[in-house]
């Protein structure tokens, strides 16, 4: 079936810095999501991307579709404590509103240092 | 408050009990679904109703089954589980068919013991 992989698995930064995730497929999607988990909530929409080289940001949240429209990338700048949680991306291989599933990466745990 | 709400938030349940799971979305969403999300591995999603009739059955086992009695509200109900089926249950809306911007609850924890 198909598979997003997704890194790094977790990362630890302090305050302040920048993160940088990615998830990447052997299939080419036309839809891009990232989500952010909470413990013992549901996944929360962060940025929805529609069209390949298109970059999108969100407050301190940049994402952006890669023109191979295989990958994607989510930036976080200047990192706070309460961007701990786990961030999942997700990619649809249908067009925007058809029956095309999402498929969802492994997620990449982020743990700041205050 | 996400729009979507399901209730319980944590139950346990033995093998041989019979239990529902709730969800109500407040959204205006015509579209819903189950997804089951296990420690380490990805979302799996397990039943999408559009329009409510389901038009997605991912190999689920026959001891899940869902009921979508209007686009408000879908259930899963559940007999006869096994201690690997112990996740958490997520259920998610979205405007259209399709699960673009899908808006999740804030999930189940169910535990089968």
């Known amino acids: 079936g198909q598979q997003l992989n997704q890194s790094p698995q977790s990362m630890f930064i302090q305050e302040g810095e920048d993160v940088s995730m990615n998830c990447t497929s052997s299939s080419i999607f036309n839809t891009w999501l990232w989500y952010k988990q909470d413990p013992g909530e549901g996944p929360v929409l962060l940025i929805a991307l529609y069209k390949a080289g298109e970059l999108t940001s969100n407050g301190r949240l940049t994402a952006q579709f890669g023109i191979t429209r295989k990958d994607s990338f989510l930036n976080i700048s200047a990192s706070i404590p309460s961007d701990v949680g786990i961030y999942f991306c997700?990619?649809?291989?249908?067009?925007?509103?058809?029956?095309?599933?999402?498929?969802f990466g492994k997620g990449t745990k982020l743990s700041v240092k205050p | 408050e996400t729009g979507v709400t399901q209730t319980p938030r944590h139950l346990v349940m033995g093998m041989t009990n019979k239990k529902s799971l709730k969800c109500e979305q407040h959204?205006?969403?015509?579209?819903m679904y189950w997804y089951k999300q296990s420690a380490k591995k990805p979302l799996e999603l397990m039943f999408v109703y559009s329009l409510e009739e389901r038009v997605e059955n991912n190999s689920v086992p026959s001891r899940f089954s869902p009921e979508c009695p209007n686009s408000s509200h879908l259930f899963l109900h559940l007999h006869t589980l096994q201690p690997e089926d112990s996740a958490l249950y997520l259920c998610?809306?979205?405007?259209?068919?399709?699960?673009?911007?899908?808006?999740f609850g804030q999930g189940t924890r169910l535990t089968v013991v």
């Open positions: 997700a990619g649809q291989l249908g067009l925007r509103g058809s029956q095309g599933n999402l498929i």
């Open positions: 959204l205006g969403h015509n579209a």
């Open positions: 998610a809306s979205s405007r259209r068919g399709g699960t673009t911007e899908a808006f």
